[in-house]
């Protein structure tokens, strides 16, 4: 009876990691891969450089970025495609205590995400952080804000990933 309860606990989970491993091999999960790596990153308004090392996770399945600047600013995202919603997903938190909630999906080669915070004085602010391929290996992140929905909008970041050596 032992052997028969541990074969079959085994063949279950045999069939848990087989489906795991195909549950995040479709092509959608793949669209944000060229943001994985070790980079450092500049923003033109501060000449600081950061660093931001970007991994997949939990069986291909999850982007993890970890983002620290010299200064001491400190953040970590989780990003995911969401099958069932089919668009991504990113939450971000921090050490000034932001946690920022997006959506959105792979537009023209960049990605595309967007989601709402609100200030002190209660005002919806749309967030839109775009993730742009560019040439020699490079990645921009570019993050804007509007007050007006959508009306117009101004660059709270504009950093470029360059991959580390």
Request: aromatic letters at 12%; hydrophobic letters at 35%.
């Amino acid at each position: 009876m032992k052997s028969l309860i541990i074969s079959v606990f085994s063949l279950l989970l045999f069939t848990f990691n087989l489906q795991a491993k195909e549950s995040c091999a479709s092509s959608e999960y793949q669209q944000f891969d060229f943001w994985l790596g070790q980079w450092q990153v500049t923003n033109p308004e501060n000449n600081q450089v950061s660093e931001s090392k970007i991994t997949k996770i939990l069986g291909g399945c999850v982007i993890l970025e970890e983002y620290k600047t010299p200064s001491g600013y400190e953040g970590k995202s989780l990003n995911i495609y969401d099958k069932q919603q089919q668009r991504w997903h990113q939450s971000w938190t921090d050490n000034s205590g932001l946690l920022l909630q997006l959506n959105g999906e792979f537009i023209d080669n960049a990605m595309v995400l967007t989601g709402v915070i609100v200030d002190s004085k209660g005002t919806k602010l749309l967030q839109k952080i775009t993730w742009s391929k560019l040439e020699n290996n490079k990645v921009r992140q570019h993050w804007q804000q509007s007050n007006n929905a959508g009306v117009s909008w101004k660059t709270l970041f504009d950093g470029t990933y360059t991959a580390k050596k």
